[in-house]
């Protein structure tokens, strides 16, 4: 089991490019999250997914932010114009039955942002 | 609306030491309740967990939780601290679905030597 992997794992980009985190959830789980972590705000529910379909996209902080999940082993956060508001870690997680509690969140090691 | 608070952002403690990491939450009716762990560097994972049952639920590397119902608490003990448990420990709730946490504000919790 590799676990769910994430990258890059830093990226410095300048305000205004476009950025693009990728995602590679375990194979066999059905659900996959998207966590923003900032010391300000602490961690946040992006968007998730469920069977490659978004169920609830309503913490995407705004239209810069789009998720995408083409396929159950792919999954991208992007952002497009990048602000420096937008640093933080982005944290994607998987799990095999999002109504069970008997399935935990599995995380990624992250991907920490930096847009100056 | 639920809520979790975690008092304390940071708590040190001597290897060797209890270790005492507080979670309050409100909620209307009983939830499910998580403790996660985040090494550095690291995403979180699932330390321990309460759903139905036992209301003292052990977890990895020793640690266990009790809840307690006329508290509204889910506090996080460990006997004695040994210098692997640094890291930031996050309390979660969630009533109705394992998406929907609502997640505390982390405690870092330090080990002096």
């Known amino acids: 089991d590799a676990g769910v992997i994430q990258s890059p794992r830093h990226e410095v980009t300048e305000m205004g490019q476009e950025v693009t985190l990728r995602c590679k959830p375990i194979?066999?789980?059905?659900?996959l999250f998207w966590y923003r972590q900032t010391m300000m705000r602490g961690l946040e529910l992006l968007i998730y997914?469920?069977?490659?379909?978004?169920?609830?996209d309503s913490g995407m902080p705004e239209d810069r932010f789009s998720a995408k999940m083409p396929n159950a082993s792919f999954s991208t956060l992007k952002i497009q114009p990048s602000e420096p508001r937008d640093s933080a870690v982005y944290f994607c997680?998987?799990?095999?039955?999002?109504?069970?509690?008997?399935?935990?969140?599995?995380f990624g090691n992250g991907t920490r942002l930096t847009v100056t | 609306a639920q809520s979790v608070t975690q008092l304390g952002s940071h708590v040190s403690v001597s290897e060797g030491a209890l270790v005492l990491l507080r979670c309050n939450y409100s909620?209307?009716?009983?939830?499910?309740l998580f403790w996660y762990v985040q090494y550095p560097n690291q995403g979180l994972q699932l330390l321990l967990k309460?759903?139905?049952?036992a209301t003292l639920v052990k977890g990895i590397n020793g640690f266990e939780a009790e809840f307690k119902k006329s508290e509204t608490s889910f506090h996080l003990t460990k006997p004695s601290a040994h210098m692997s448990d640094a890291a930031e420990y996050f309390c979660?709730?969630?009533?109705?679905?394992?998406?929907?946490?609502?997640w505390g504000a982390g405690t870092k919790l330090i080990i002096k030597p």
């Open positions: 997680a998987s799990t095999v039955d999002r109504d069970s509690y008997n399935s935990p969140l599995h």
């Open positions: 194979s066999g789980h059905n659900s």
């Open positions: 997914f469920n069977n490659n379909v978004p169920i609830d």
């Open positions: 909620s209307s009716v009983p939830p499910y």
């Open positions: 309460y759903t139905t049952g």
């Open positions: 979660a709730v969630s009533l109705d679905s394992n998406y929907q946490l609502i």
